[in-house]
């Protein structure tokens, strides 16, 4: 049998059987467009707002010492947003890391 028979074959029983259960098949049809329609309505309610690029400052990770790790968590616990770049991210500067006692 070819691959579009088959294919023809499974659409037209699945067709036929959804046919036959007839709540099933709105529920089927209702409750993605339900979800759409949610999901537009959020959409209207909250229009997306323009934010200026975002530069973090930058953490040691757990190579560069038990302490500075340790500050680096600590002190930048809130994440803040920087318009602009930290000196962490000049390039080629591997870590500021030095005098973090």
Partial sequence: MAVGTQLGLLLWKNFTYRRRQRVQLTIEILWPLF???ILIS???SHP???QHECHFPNKALPSAGTLPWL?????NMNNPCFRHPTPG???GMVG???ASM
């Fill in 48 to 50: 997306p707002f323009k």
């Fill in 96 to 98: 500021n890391f030095d």
């Fill in 42 to 44: 959020v959409r209207q």
């Fill in 35 to 37: 979800l759409f329609f």
């Fill in 71 to 75: 500050q680096g968590i600590i002190c």
């Fill in 89 to 91: 991210e000049a390039p």
